[in-house]
């Protein structure tokens, strides 16, 4: 098992010049089905591997730890190899006739090339043991996401990943001193190394500069707020594939890197005794109760759920803040079920977007009418978002409330119920567009004739109903998900990997 | 045959139904009589499990969350809900058959298909385990029931769609879901038991609160405030208004109050806070503001649905009485009004297919032409007034013993027998002034009309029939209640 970890990085790092090189649609597009489907095969046997706690160590090139580089997988990091992936070839398969649309012909290959490096630079974020190698595959993914981003079919497209640059940059900056000044103190760049002979110099104050350093660049990648800004409209303008892949998984793994650096790089008691649980509860609780703020607020439906991300973001970074157990379990199985949930809206966004060349609602008044089926998924995708029983949205929100309630926290336990009560106006907001609204007629922009067949997404609709049943699947049969977090929160408090 | 077997037919032979109806849209005789023989079917299987010598048997179908699952088990109540519920749908099968025909009704495998689909979460309901099961499929039930409401498509029917979504979900996930957090919280269990399961584990001012989030949250009792979603809902075709919005819906609801003062918070406990005395005054006043709004509606429709209003909080008020006899009183309610309002509600729609009209102002004169409508419309209305040598009068009769012996201040026990006794004069007033001026009032134009169509008198003679019948033989539905309420086959 050990030597497939190492493909889950080379497959995309081979594929991906090789795709830019042959310069075939056709042939970029199933390259990147391939990688997606190869690696997303791997990633599940891993996980399944180490779902009981076991963790595989695999030593690239053969050279020890802490000299070499070392890539290191538990229940946790599995799990959001198996979203990244899973996410990947979702996004691979839905995206088919809708980049066609959205990105200039002589682009594609790049296009996909560069996906694929994202995807490559997100799978070694969640594989690496290394933090400087960490640092390299967060740069590889940030990079190519703005290509990726600026590739939007909007002029608009160029300032939104122009900003996105500018903020992941900084992030990418802050990280990167963060780590030298722990390379400083501690003399190695191994996180278990680093963590295990922590007592030897968590004295320092450089330490808790490099802490802060990779906390606020990690913050920035994660559009935690207050520092979201790129995301909406980096969201809003991407092509929507490129939404659909990155809102899935691109924040998470930030977050994901986020609980790693503070339960395995610094260990829990150093940082539980600074203030920062309680920043990161506010910044959770001013997150979700401003994201969904915004979201009500807006009219285009892709810019209203990037907000909700912001939002949702602020449930995971609140389980976090929480600092037990059960918070832990519900940001990890959050970051899963929030990432299923959003998938299916943002690829019903893109579908309206497909068929009738807008998102904005006052636009699409009555499209529910023409597009049942994609308003279906709207609607399940939003029960989801809200939380409401029976839907995967629940399960999170019910361990974070209980975790909530543990610490006896009430005021996370109000922001969680009205930044759901808000959920459920923003959701509403669209339904009720979609389908309430609409007694004048629908007002198309640049469609077409013939539209019905040109307009028909069988492949794209059924990604997305597969994730729609899996909003259903994963709130009624939590086996796969809960038991992953479950067992990567034990593993996290136990204090780090065994050796 | 096996007990287990029996609860999951009775689970999935309406959706089996569902499906199959929806695959044979093409030939509408061979899709009616599959809703009929389901429902049929269904009837014998809950009868089979009725009759059945109770088993303590729990299916679980998933676990979410350890100690939240989604578990179905068979309790009296629910096989008095399952027993009425799949009684009356093969009677409306029947009358919709003739309805939707003579009515020219676009989409009718659509209609029958999702009829089917709210059935199957009605049984999911009835056969619930815990509240967390019980509320996700009352969830359900919404929604499959919305694309009934707007069934004719027009603004009018969007509007009111609309209403009923907001009203029906806004409420649960505003107040029965954090009530329902908080009984989890609070008793760590959400499982249904014979005397609760709240006793001594939340404190009376929290109770306070708790019951009120119960009686807003379940807004398909139709308590008022939270009551306009079931007028508004009269703008579906007949039989759904009949089926559903006189008994499976809003049954569902009073079900689901039921299940809570019987099974979640316990009678007892409800008695020892002493809290049901101020609790009471909601559903009092629902029954008399409900009754007068009715007598001001001039739509027939409408007029049924708040009189179903002020009909459901008789069930409520039985309940929270918390004797013996009122909560005897109130299930046998859940029975009788559910004969008397589906024959209403058939009538209404017999006179509007035969005649297109919808005014009650209308009406005069007809009963002359249309017979057995007017027959069969006194009967249910008569039945509902409580009236002898109608079922609804045995219902009325242990409310009010309940009302008597009710152990509150002298206030209270003095207003509800009061208030009992002004509702049935106004019953008498808004109902049975109808069939009156139908038979004895001149017709106010020429025109003759048409009885309606068989079927329909058919499946209007069936429930008419039951009121009186149950009438001389309540024991079926005393026996049921008085188990449900002794705790007996539990």
């Given amino acids: 098992m050990e030597a497939y970890t190492v493909l889950l990085v080379v497959i995309p790092l081979i594929s991906a010049p090789l795709t830019a090189l042959i310069a075939n649609r056709h042939v970029a597009w199933g390259l990147s089905l391939l990688v997606g489907a190869a690696t997303f095969v791997i990633a599940l046997m891993l996980l399944q591997d180490v779902i009981t706690g076991r963790v595989i160590h695999y030593e690239l090139g053969g050279w020890k730890p802490p000299w070499g580089i070392e890539y290191v997988i538990d229940a946790l990091n599995a799990l959001v190899a198996v979203i990244v992936t899973a996410f990947a070839l979702l996004s691979v398969l839905f995206g088919r006739q809708s980049v066609e649309r959205e990105v200039h012909d002589s682009q594609l290959h790049l296009f996909y090339a560069a996906f694929q490096l994202v995807l490559l630079g997100l799978l070694g974020m969640a594989l690496t043991g290394d933090i400087f190698n960490l640092f390299v595959f967060l740069e590889i993914s940030s990079l190519s996401s703005y290509a990726l981003i600026a590739m939007g079919h909007k002029r608009q497209a160029l300032v939104a990943s122009f900003n996105y640059l500018i903020a992941g940059t900084l992030g990418a900056t802050f990280f990167l001193l963060g780590i030298g000044f722990l390379y400083a103190a501690s003399g190695t760049l191994n996180m278990a190394d680093i963590a295990s002979r922590f007592e030897q110099y968590d004295a320092m104050a450089l330490v808790i500069t490099a802490l802060l350093f990779i906390l606020i660049g990690l913050a920035l990648k994660a559009a935690a707020f207050p520092l979201h800004s790129w995301l909406p409209d980096a969201y809003t303008q991407a092509p929507s594939m490129v939404t659909v892949f990155l809102a899935s998984t691109s924040t ?26 309680s920043f990161l509860l506010l910044s959770g609780c001013l997150g979700m109760l401003y994201g969904s703020y915004k979201a009500i607020q807006q009219d285009s439906i892709k810019r209203l759920l990037a907000y909700s991300s912001v939002a949702q973001l602020g449930y995971m970074i609140v389980g976090i803040g929480l600092n037990n157990e059960t918070g832990l379990t519900a940001t990890v199985v959050h970051m899963f079920n929030h990432a299923i949930t ?13 068929r009738m060349h807008t998102t904005s609602l006052h636009q699409l008044r009555g499209a529910g009418k023409t597009m049942p089926w994609t308003t279906g998924a709207f609607v399940i995708g939003g029960l989801s978002l809200i939380g409401v029983p029976g839907t995967a949205g629940f399960i999170s929100k019910w361990y974070l409330l209980q975790a909530a309630l543990e610490n006896n926290n009430y005021l996370v336990v109000a922001s969680l119920l009205i930044a759901s009560i808000m959920a459920i106006m923003y959701v509403w907001k ?5 389908y309430f609204d609409g007694e004048e007629k629908l007002h198309l922009h640049q469609v077409p004739s013939g539209q019905d067949i040109v307009a028909a997404m069988p492949l794209a609709t059924l990604c997305c109903y597969l994730l729609v049943a899996a909003c259903i699947y994963f709130g009624l049969y939590t086996d796969l998900s809960l038991d992953a977090a479950k067992t990567a929160a034990q593993s996290l408090f ?5 050796r | 045959m096996n007990y287990p077997l029996m609860m999951i037919a009775a689970l999935i032979l309406p959706l089996i139904a569902t499906v199959l109806i929806s695959l044979l849209g093409r030939w509408p005789n061979i899709r009616e009589s599959v809703s009929a023989v389901t429902a049929a079917l269904l009837f014998a299987v809950i009868w089979w499990l009725f009759q059945a010598p109770a088993e303590a048997v729990t299916l679980v ?3 979410p969350i350890e100690s939240l699952k989604i578990a179905f088990s068979v309790s009296r109540l629910g096989i008095l809900f399952a027993l009425i519920a799949s009684g009356l749908w093969l009677v409306t099968t029947i009358y919709a058959a003739g309805y939707m025909r003579a009515h020219y009704e676009k989409n009718q495998t659509r209609f029958f298909a999702l009829f089917a689909l709210a059935i199957a979460s009605v049984m999911a309901i009835a056969f619930s385990d815990n509240l967390f099961t019980l509320f996700i499929f009352y969830e359900v039930l919404t929604v499959s029931t919305y694309p009934l409401v707007t069934h004719a498509g027009t603004s009018a029917a969007r509007r009111g769609g609309k209403r009923y979504l907001l009203i029906l979900m806004g409420s649960s996930i505003g107040f029965f879901l954090p009530a329902m957090i908080i009984t989890w919280l609070s008793a760590g269990t959400l499982t249904f038991e014979h005397g609760g399961i709240l006793q001594g584990k939340v404190d009376t001012s929290w109770l306070w609160v708790l019951m009120l989030l119960f009686m807003f949250g379940v807004s398909k009792a139709g308590l008022m405030p939270f009551h306009r979603w079931l007028p508004s809902a009269m703008v579906a075709p007949t039989p759904v208004s009949a089926l559903l919005h006189a008994v499976a819906v809003v049954k569902a609801g009073v079900f689901t109050l039921l299940k809570v003062v019987l099974f979640i918070v316990g009678p007892d406990f409800l008695a020892q806070s002493e809290l049901s ?13 409900a009754s007068l709004v009715a007598m001001t509606r001039n739509n027939l429709k409408e007029r049924l649905a708040y009189s179903t209003v002020s009909q459901l909080s008789y069930i409520v008020l039985g309940a929270f009485m918390l004797n013996q006899s009122g909560l005897i009183g109130g299930t046998m309610h859940l029975a009788m009004h559910a004969f008397a309002k589906i024959t209403l509600f058939f009538a209404a729609g017999a006179i509007l ?3 297109h009209k919808t005014k009650v102002s209308e009406l005069n004169g007809l009963g002359r032409q249309m017979p057995f409508t007017f027959v069969f419309f006194a009967i249910g209305a008569m039945s509902i007034i409580g009236l002898p040598f109608f079922g609804g009068m045995w219902s009325k009769w242990y409310l009010v013993n309940g009302a008597v012996e009710f152990t509150g201040q002298p206030v209270m026990q003095w207003s509800l027998s009061i208030t009992l006794m002004i509702s049935t004069l106004l019953n008498i007033w808004y109902l049975l002034t109808i069939p009156m001026h139908a038979f004895f009032k001149p017709a106010t134009d020429n025109s003759t009309f048409k009885e309606a169509p068989v079927s329909c008198l058919i499946a209007m003679a069936v429930p008419a029939a039951m009121c009186i019948y149950f009438f001389f033989d309540p024991h079926l539905i005393y026996d049921l209640a008085s188990e449900i309420v002794t705790g007996d086959g539990q």
């Fill in chain 2, 61 to 63: 179908a998933a676990a």
């Fill in chain 1, 494 to 498: 136990a204090g780090g990997p065994a």
């Fill in chain 2, 277 to 289: 005395q101020y609790l009471l005054i909601v559903p009092m006043l629902t029954i008399l503001l």
């Fill in chain 2, 353 to 355: 297919v035969a005649t």
């Fill in chain 1, 430 to 434: 669209i339904i009720e567009a979609l």
């Fill in chain 1, 252 to 277: 998470k793994v930030a977050v994901y890197v986020l609980i790693r650096c503070l339960y395995h790089v610094f260990p829990q008691e150093y940082w539980s005794q600074l203030l920062l649980p």
């Fill in chain 1, 342 to 354: 959003k998938g299916a809206l943002f690829m019903a966004a893109g579908m309206v977007f497909y």
